[in-house]
């Protein structure tokens, strides 16, 4: 039996048989935009790591199909040390959620809009031709894939166990009610040499006090800004998360909430319990939610081309 034979064989082997509940991403309101139905479904898949960074699962590893894949070695013993004993990821309708022993974390949140924006602002940046990318990417709110990364525990630990996968379907932000923990609120702009400006202080202004900025686009990225005719970036802040638009679209945005936030710094402070940045994240996180973000990038237009409504704020 050919090598690629075993991998088709192995992989129907596993959607057929199923070993735990699949993951099922949540049903949508639109079906794909070729109007062909499409969804995947898969059980949670377990991938074992030992302290020589060897990868296996359901008894295989890399190896047996010819790869050579391993674990880095100092993340693992960094992750092994904080006790962290496993890492989740699921792909669902609504985005991809990370798991950390067990616990939710802020994650990424996603419709078919946001991720067709996504390449086509991407292809721009980069110069590259993403329209494939952009009739794959709305696919992945129809992946139900669950995929855990278990690791050796440390000496004496208790285990963890994970999460339910039933809970993990049902994760959503609970928005804390309150006043405003921060306000951030920014207009700035870029000009035609690529160079950032803001509160009516251009790099030639700054250049004066010896502040000397650095072009933030280079001139073909500029090129392809106008010939696209991206003329605003917008990030804003909402119930639930940190959203951005690019020309008033919606992106992919950042889910958060407060007890998402601090499971976050509990993390890091297993794995950085000497950082000097962990009393700051503490007295922040918390709020964080909270904070009222508003900030609009400008950046510039070629001679002629129809003006992008700015979004409302």
Known sequence: MSRWTLVVFLAVAILLTGCGSAAQPAATSAPPRS???????????????DKAGNLSFFGLSPATFGMDVRFPQPLLDTLIAADVQHLEIRTASVGLLLFVNGKPMPHI??????????ADVAGV???????VAKKLLPLLR????????RLPRKEGAAEIPLINPEEAGRLAPKPTEGPA?????LDAKIDEQGLPSAFDLTAADLASLNLNLAPLLDQD????????????????????GLFFYANGRPLPHLVWDSQLLANAVTIYNQLEPGSPYLPLL??????L?????????????????????????
């Open 221 to 240: 990225t500029l090129a392809r800004v106008k010939n696209a005719n991206l003329q605003h970036l917008y990030i804003r802040s909402q119930p639930g």
């Open 125 to 131: 940046m980069l110069g590259q031709d993403l329209s």
């Open 282 to 287: 503490k007295e922040i996180a918390p709020g």
């Open 289 to 313: 939610d909270r904070a009222d973000i508003d900030i609009l990038l400008m950046l510039p237009t070629a001679a002629g081309a129809p003006a992008v409504p700015l979004p409302q704020r």
């Open 181 to 185: 923990t921060a306000i951030v609120k």
């Open 142 to 149: 129809r992946l139900g894939l669950d995929i855990v990364v």
């Open 109 to 118: 949140g996603w419709d078919d809009e946001a991720l067709e924006q996504a």
């Open 35 to 49: 109007a062909e139905p499409f969804m995947l479904a898969l059980p949670r898949l377990v991938v074992n790591v």
